[in-house]
């Protein structure tokens, strides 16, 4: 493989080079480059024009460009202003000498502080034809096009390369998750040392030149060894010319000292993307130096464009048919538990298995507090320490942060660690060496080196943890990867070429075999089943709420009816049995007269029965239950509560000082600070929107004259606010401002049943608000 020198940023913590290679201030020495303003004045240009041109760089400097170019090529340089950063024009330059005529191939491109032109000799102004364009690759097209199967396609396409290119050695590298990477396809002279099958450490190519790559997609240098030829500037000017899209940027040292020790003297790198990302490079070394024409190059990246497109298209079958399966498991799965009616008995029955979803050994469902077992597994106190640290350390975080190339730790590459993207890193918890990351679970490594945990709820403690066991596997690296790195003595790790390529076999313990993404993926896709049937199951109560709700005013309606349409006519029996008995009881006779008193006894009976069952049907009647009550622990029950029936995986809720312990009905005014702490959060069109809940020894309120000397109690928001002719219509029953489909609806009771509990309490409740800024709402609980 080949170790690009392009690294343009490390932490302190490396100590690699003075400065980025994209600032180097040199070229290759096979070509001359040509630094211009926005007016195409010649700034920077390399010290070798001479050669090339027969004019030395001080002649040129501050010169414009048609000191050298024609109207024409220069009105196709000038193109270059108008196109994004890195983005290059390519047009043939004639440039007269005094030697005569040279013919050059020109490349020109904008940074964000000049327009580079680079001038490659060409031996004439011949130009490359379509058809000899189209004979160097229709063919290889075709071969690559009618072959499946990965490894064979791969295998084409180092054959492709080695065709077209005649280098001594063509490699396709692919990396991993951690940016280490191997040999997965090889085309060589026959008396060369193999290299398929070896892996490299992270640090051969690091994460700032994996970048580079996606933006410059080719690396070319014909003789390793060539001198750099330094850039020259005008007087007084030091601003640097950034080279990150430069074909000529000059070699870094470590590089040169790196391939030398592996042979090679010249390099062709052409980069491969698939989904926008990296996928892996194919590498072309031969052992003396070796020149490429520009349109080579060019057709070489073509066809890696078309590779490119290809890999998302070549898939193992066995690993297609595997992600059929898994797709297959999981429909199942979520039929089932969606038909359920207990949801830890749904995941936890034999078919289709939780286990099978993503190929694992051992499963633990976390419910609350209750946790449920499923094939090999650490016990249920191992299980719920290894959440705790989930939860507590932070891992995922901290370990994405913590391997690759800006650690001292070993390389290896099957020993992964990943997390899902920021979206969901709060979701998803993946690793294949989990003892490495979390020591305790050296206990149970036979069962659980692989973790792979999934965070169904960010509010209840709902997980589902799938493990898998060690397996001891051998990687072959192409030499010890840790000589690549040297510690010094402040502690910085600096990063030198490594002096043996030899076969260096490791065996990599602690690791179970690694999750593969679409395991991943179908485990995030469970979890989202998950929350769409609980939603569903919170819509059917819902319903069902609304519906009892309906019924109870139905039921106090009747109760109004009753109470009031019964109550006149009893009272007429009553008040005409009364007058028969004192007045007509001398005509009666002891029969009547006990006939009468028992119709004033049913009467009286059956107005109690009325009254009863009018003050079930109304809020307030009983007396209420008044304890010594702890207003933070009530409040924190409030806020979890409200946590757990919103989507927000934080509310922002001010709690300036701590609240008083006060005599009250602790469960009626758990219902009043739900209200009103709810209303607060609902009626809110605020982007960064806050309550606040507290109290005030002494208060005096607007409008009011009367002063409080004992504790007020207040929530406070800064939502829409309230109009000061509507303070009274609030608290009446069923009064709503807005309609029913505006904040998310309600019946508009919360306030009055509120009102009736505050007053039960001996306390009375108001509200204060400016229109658009905020309301506070106040209320006593006696004296």
Known sequence: MSQPEDITAQTTSWNNHDQPIHLSGSIQPHGLLLALNNNLEIWQVSNNTKNYLDKQPQDLLGQPLSCLLKTQQIEAVKQCLEKKIGSVTTVKIPITTVNGERYFDGMAHRTTNAVILELEPRDSDHEVSFLDFHGLVSEAIAHLQNTSNMAEFLHLVASEYRQITTFDRVMIYQFDEQGAGSVVAEVKREDLPPYLGLHYPPTDIPASARQLYTHCL???????????????????????????????????????????????????????????????????????????????????????????????????????????????????????????????????????????????????????????????????????????????????????????????????????????????????????????????????????????????????????????????????????????????????????????????????????????????????????????????????????????????????????????????????????????????????????????????????????????????????????HLQATNLNELLDQVIEMICASRQEAQLNIRIPRPLPTVQCDPVLLNEVLSNLIINALKYNDKTEYWVEVGYLEEFKPQNHQKNYSYPVFYVKDNGIGIHAHHYQTIFRLFKRLHSQEKYGGGTGAGLAISKKIIELHGGQIWVESAAGIGSTFYFTLGQ
């Open 218 to 624: 080719l690396r070319f240098i014909p003789n390793i060894t060539a001198q750099p030829i330094k850039l020259i500037s005008q007087d007084g000017i030091t601003t640097p010319v950034d080279l990150s899209w430069s074909v000529l940027r000059s070699v870094d040292p470590c590089c040169v000292t790196y391939h030398q020790n592996i042979g090679a003297a010249a390099l062709f790198v052409i980069a491969l993307i698939k989904d926008q990302q990296l996928w892996g490079l194919i590498s072309c070394h031969h052992h003396t130096p070796k020149h490429l024409s520009y349109e080579v190059r060019k057709i070489c990246e073509f066809l890696a464009q078309i590779v490119s497109l290809e890999l998302g298209h070549k898939v193992i079958h066995s690993e297609l048919d595997y992600q059929v399966k898994l797709k297959s498991l999981q429909s199942e799965f979520v039929e089932s538990i969606s038909q359920a009616d207990n949801f830890i008995d749904a995941l936890i029955k034999p078919q289709p298995s939780l286990l099978a979803l993503v190929g694992a050994t051992g499963a633990a469902v976390c419910l609350d507090n209750e946790i449920t077992l499923m094939g090999a597994t650490p016990d249920i106190e191992q299980v719920r320490a290894l959440i705790a640290w989930v939860d507590s350390e932070k891992a995922g975080e901290q370990g994405a942060g913590s391997r690759g190339e800006n650690t001292g730790v070993r390389f290896a590459p099957f020993s992964s660690f990943h997390l899902s993207s920021d979206q969901i890193s709060n979701r998803m918890f993946a690793t294949d060496s989990l003892p490495k990351l979390y020591p305790e679970a050296m206990q149970f490594k036979n069962i659980a080196s692989g973790l792979l945990l999934l965070r169904i709820s960010q509010i209840q403690r709902y997980y589902i943890l799938w493990f898998r066991p060690e397996v001891l596997q051998t990687v072959n690296w192409a030499g010890d990867p840790n000589s690549s790195m040297q510690v010094d003595a402040d502690g910085s790790i600096t990063l030198c070429p490594r002096q043996s390529f030899e076969q260096w076999q490791e065996i990599v313990q602690l690791t179970s075999l690694p999750w593969k993404q679409c395991e991943i993926d179908n485990a995030l896709a469970l979890r989202n089943a998950i929350v769409g049937i609980v939603l569903s199951k919170a819509e059917e109560l819902a319903k069902i709420n609304q519906e009892l709700e309906r019924s109870n005013r139905e039921l106090a309606s009747f109760a109004y009816a009753a109470s009031h349409d019964l109550k006149e006519p009893l009272r007429g029996i009553y008040n005409f049995s009364t007058i028969l008995i004192e007045d007509y009881a001398q005509v009666l006779d002891e029969d009547g007269i006990e006939y009468l008193q028992t119709v004033l006894s049913l009467s009286v009976r059956m107005e109690t029965l009325i009254n009863s069952l009018l003050r079930l049907s109304q809020l307030g009647q009983a007396e209420p």
